[in-house]
Each structure stands twice: as structure tokens, then as C-alpha cells.
């Protein structure tokens, strides 16, 4: 099975290999205290350098992101969707031409005509639903 990491830069690359018995000769001792501890930090000049740890406890967290950027990856096409919606070209042109004071009066003007729902909605326990203005 290999194992996928993220470097430094954020790109995803496969984690280089060493066996074992290579592993256990050059720190064995290191890999007892993981299996007993749950993981160990490697550090140089008393930094912390890297952190060895199980398999188990690198699958979860792994799969834990692999799920919230699924979760971000979607939010973000579901925006993208409703944004594609006739007039929204039109509604953030006239929005991108407004002046400052305009668009902050445009902001109180809907913040205070959608207050109502919301408040309404949230003493209901419904997540409030965003309106769309064009």
C-alpha cells in the first residue's frame, strides 16, 4: 500500500519507503515508543523536526481531510452554481459600479429586510436560507 503525504509546498506525493528491519536497526527504539506512546517527536537543536506516528492515527487524520476538503469542494461548487443563475452577471456588475456608501446603504437596506426570516428561521432550529437578489 503506498502512502500519500502532503510536502511543505501542499502537493500531494507519495512518502518515501524504508523497511521494518532497516527502520529497527537505525531506531528501533524510536518505533517501540510509537507503539507504546502513540507517536514521537523528532527534533534538532531542541525544535521540533517531525512526528512518527502509527499507521492508524495517520489514515485518520488523513481521511479526516481528505473529507473537509470534499466538504470545501463542494461548498464551493454549490456557490459557483448559484451564481449561474440569470441576472448574476448583471447583479455584480451594477454591484462592482456602485460607490462604497451606495453599496454599504444596498447591504443595510437587505441585512435589514431578510432580518426577520432569520430570526424567525433560527428560533425555529432551521439553518437560515441566504436569499439571492439580482
Do not use: C, W
Amino acid at each position: 500500500m503506498s502512502i500519500r503525504i502532503r510536502n511543505a509546498r501542499g502537493e500531494l506525493i507519495e512518502a518515501t519507503e524504508v523497511s521494518a528491519s532497516d527502520a529497527k536497526n537505525s531506531f528501533g527504539r524510536i518505533l517501540e515508543r510509537v507503539a507504546k506512546d502513540g507517536g514521537v517527536t523528532i527534533t534538532r537543536r531542541h525544535e521540533p523536526l517531525a512526528v512518527v506516528i502509527p499507521i492508524e492515527t495517520y489514515m485518520r487524520l488523513s481521511n479526516a481531510e481528505a473529507r473537509m476538503l470534499d466538504t470545501l469542494s463542494d461548498e464551493f461548487d454549490a456557490l459557483l452554481a448559484r451564481m449561474q443563475v440569470p441576472g448574476a452577471a448583471e447583479a455584480m456588475q451594477t454591484a462592482f459600479a456602485m460607490a462604497p456608501a451606495e453599496m454599504g446603504r444596498a447591504a443595510v437596506h437587505m441585512a435589514d429586510h431578510d432580518a426577520p426570516s432569520r430570526r424567525a428561521k433560527a428560533a425555529s432550529g432551521r439553518k437560515p436560507v441566504v436569499k439571492r437578489h439580482a
